[in-house]
Nanobody, 125 residues
Framework: QVQLAESGGSLVQAGGSLGLSCAASGRTFSTYDMAWFRQAPGKEREFVAAIRRSGGNTYYGDSVKGRLTISRDNAKNTVYLQMNSLKPEDTAVYFC??????????????????WGQGTQVTVSS
């Protein structure tokens, strides 16, 4: 089992940048595919980005391509989300998630077994 803790959420102006981190407990972090999702008030949880356990493959939702970057440091048990050119529509609670299996769609919430509590990102116009 792994526990996830997000940090870095804040209030930022449109066009600004923000970096999120997700620290994982345990010694098996390198065996999990990781992802970020977000959820705005009244909306379903939305896929943002995913990264394979090796870090060699990354995937992004259409609305964030070219602006957000996912990365990981397996030595530090941490996955990151660098967000640039932020827009008001990026406002949401951001969650990190872990998938211990070798199957499942990377963009589907049901693929991920473990979830963090989320961190709030607010982008003002």
């Amino acid at each position: 089992q792994v526990q996830l803790a997000e940090s870095g959420g804040s209030l930022v102006q449109a066009g600004g940048s923000l970096g999120l981190s997700c620290a994982a407990s345990g010694r098996t972090f390198s065996t999990y595919d990781m992802a970020w999702f977000r959820q705005a008030p009244g909306k379903e949880r939305e896929f943002v980005a995913a990264i394979r356990r090796s870090g060699g493959n990354t995937y992004y939702g259409d609305s964030v391509k070219g602006r957000l970057t996912i990365s990981r440091d397996n030595a530090k048990n941490t996955v990151y989300l660098q967000m640039n050119s932020l827009k008001p529509e990026d406002t949401a609670v951001y969650f990190c998630a872990a998938n211990p299996n070798y199957s499942g769609s990377y963009s589907w919430t049901g693929t991920y077994r473990y979830w963090g509590q989320g961190t709030q990102v607010t982008v003002s116009s």
